[in-house]
């Protein structure tokens, strides 16, 4: 298992990984994306084209991306070039529509002072050794660093792993949706929205 000093971190996603970085969020997301598009290949296309590379954090072996963490502010987010006209220009205006609103359910829009997670993905070969708890780590420096009071994301009820890394790190349960009645279209039934107050998290590390 490769140790965390072994890597390298870095904020934004460098323009040779993209194909490699659409393959590890459709691999770790793709159970929801795949709602919207069905096809594996139009998935990973439409993320290689949409990436907005500076809203992320980057883990990287060698010359190999072996995690990413993506985030969303008011100016921008990591997927926020995925769009009803891009939708509509590759999948059809049928299709494209479909995919809008499935997209649309997902979709959050940040207040001020508040950063949210759009995800974490660590590649299989590499997961257990504490990748994504040190993604987690940068995006919260970041947000320490550009002054954002809250740090915020959902998880949903089926990555109860995802939910204990996050408590663990400081996340506190804001509340849970539940739409049981559409687990049969989304392949989960509920979502807890969850947040890291920076200040106070920046207290107990001090004290």
């Known amino acids: 298992m490769i140790h965390l000093d072994e890597l390298s971190f870095q904020r934004g996603l460098p323009e040779i990984h993209r194909e490699c970085a659409a393959s590890l969020y459709d691999e770790a997301f793709g159970r929801k994306f795949r ?11 439409l993320l290689t084209r ?3 590379r500076d809203y ?6 060698g010359d190999k991306l072996v995690g990413i963490a993506g985030f969303h502010t008011t100016k921008g987010s990591f997927t926020g070039g995925i769009t009803y006209k891009e939708l509509v220009s590759l999948l059809g205006l ?6 809008a609103v499935i997209f649309g359910f997902y979709d959050r829009t940040p207040e001020k002072g508040v950063l949210l997670m759009d995800g974490i993905a660590v590649h299989r070969d590499y997961r257990g050794g504490g990748i994504g708890g040190k993604l987690l780590e940068e995006l919260v420096a970041y947000a320490e660093k550009n ?8 998880v949903i009820d089926t990555n109860p792993k995802a939910k204990k890394l996050y408590e663990r ?17 989304l392949g989960f039934g509920g979502s807890t929205t969850m947040e ?5 998290q920046n207290k107990r590390a001090a004290s």
């Open 94 to 99: 049928v299709a494209g529509s479909w995919a």
């Open 169 to 185: 790190v400081g996340f506190r349960s804001l509340g849970t949706q539940r739409y049981p009645y559409l687990q049969w279209l």
């Open 35 to 45: 709602v919207a598009v069905r096809s594996e290949k139009l998935r990973r296309f």
């Open 50 to 52: 949409c990436f907005q």
């Open 196 to 200: 890291l107050d920076v200040q106070t």
């Open 147 to 154: 002054r954002y009071e809250k740090v915020r994301l959902d």
């Open 56 to 61: 992320a954090f980057v883990a990287i072996a």
